[in-house]
């Protein structure tokens, strides 16, 4: 008994919940494209002198480690400034609209089909 009014109420929770999608803001983009970028100026820096130190580093151990991790770097940053400027054309690109999401809602035993509206903005430059 205690399992079947459990599932009732999964159920009934299921089917009264929706998600609507967050839609991110063009300050929200324009942070993601500053962490970005920041991280990105760092592991270039990281790779640089990892790469730097295995130049001058005599030692075959040191240089066996030092390489692989500083192309790695390199590679990381440029992954992050790639992102980054994505993140800043999204942010740039902005259009307006009016987005109507739809609900099911499980009433008086009945489902009933709500329409709820949305305003997006988002003006293309």
Do not use: H
């Given at each position: ?46 790779g ?29 940053s ?17 259009t ?30």
């Amino acid at each position: 008994m205690k399992r079947l009014i459990v599932y009732a109420l999964l159920l009934r929770l299921a089917t009264t919940t929706y998600c609507q999608e967050k839609q991110l803001t063009r300050d929200d983009y324009l942070r993601q494209s500053k962490t970005q970028k920041k991280t990105a100026w760092i592991a270039l820096g990281c790779g640089v002198a990892l790469l730097a130190y295995s130049a001058v580093a005599t030692e075959t151990n040191a240089v066996f480690f030092t390489i692989p991790i500083g192309l790695t770097a390199l590679g990381v940053s440029l992954g992050s400034f790639i992102r980054a400027d994505r993140n800043k054309e999204k942010a740039d690109a902005l259009t307006a609209g009016i987005k109507v999401e739809r609900l099911n809602d499980l009433g008086m035993m009945k489902i009933k089909n709500r329409l709820l509206p949305g305003i997006t903005l988002r003006l293309n430059l």
